[in-house]
């Protein structure tokens, strides 16, 4: 039983398990057994990881008689020791928190590999949250496999296919997106729900999960069309000439507000301009470095930063105040009125507070 491309030892290790009619710490104690001894710390939890050393990872590959190099080409938590298991001669196991998103994988695409007992979890790396064949966004539910139908929103597909080419032709693509996700969380905080153009993902994205417009409101999907047009329009080389002459003969401002047009223009939001310039006017919510994310990134990237960075030094940084946060809960408190404990649980309920980020 191969693992599949991207697989969590954890969840390899309990389709084997499940294939001897074991429990999986069982199995991992026979698999890494060895005189000089074993040991084996934590729990089998479900989403999990489990972590291996050396004599441990050898042990699994003369179990599956599956080479240590496919292995750890399959199984990226296969391919390094975590710092906390010892390297000795003694087979190490553990069973800790990943340190990665990850999510079920598509069942059809899993093919042989799935079955209704245990799902097959992977890592999605940059891009394989979204099967395009089966048009879903895979969630993080360890239980059973679970996925947000997107047949009703065809521009989170097409996000997704270009976001994908992001990834495919720019080295830096994961920096990219997290800037553009930080752009665009600061729209979200200064209240874009409240803009019309907004309500129709949040409302159907609730509606195709059987959650509350609260519970769904801080899913990355929403913000995700809009994050991968910031992204390529800031990647774009001829836009970031044309950003940094108008930069140089008008100033930082200027530049900004051409940008802001165009993504405006490729959002069908041709009012995001001046709607930006009046918040940025009226001051940022407190406790969030909003509004001035793309300024500051025309600002490096015409090397008017004020650092003394030469310019484009750095272009992808995000300043901490303006990070997107990366847990759900923190992120729900941001974008709705009411208390966030309910939104939070019933996010949790339908396994909407895992996977992946844009991070
Ligand atoms: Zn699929």
Redesign the pocket.
Known sequence: MPPVAGELTSSWSRRLALGYGMPVQDLVRGVISRPEGTRITGAARSGRELYLNGPARAAFARFSGIPLNELAARLPGFAFSHERLEEDAVARAAWWAPRKAWVAA?P??SGRSWSRHQPVLVYPEAAGHV?Q??H?WLLANCQQASAIDLRPLPEVLLAHRRHAALVRSHPEARAVMKLAAAAVWSWQVQGWQQKAGWHSPTSLLASLTGCAPSAVAAHTLIAYPDTVTVARLLADQSWQARLRETATASGTPAATQVLLEEVGRRTRRLWLGDWMAACSRAGSRPGVGAGNVLEQWVARLSGADGAGHRAGEGLWAVPRPARRPVGYGERTSYLIESSSREANEEAGRAFLTGGWEPT
């Open positions: 598509c059809p695409c099967c064949r089966h879903r």
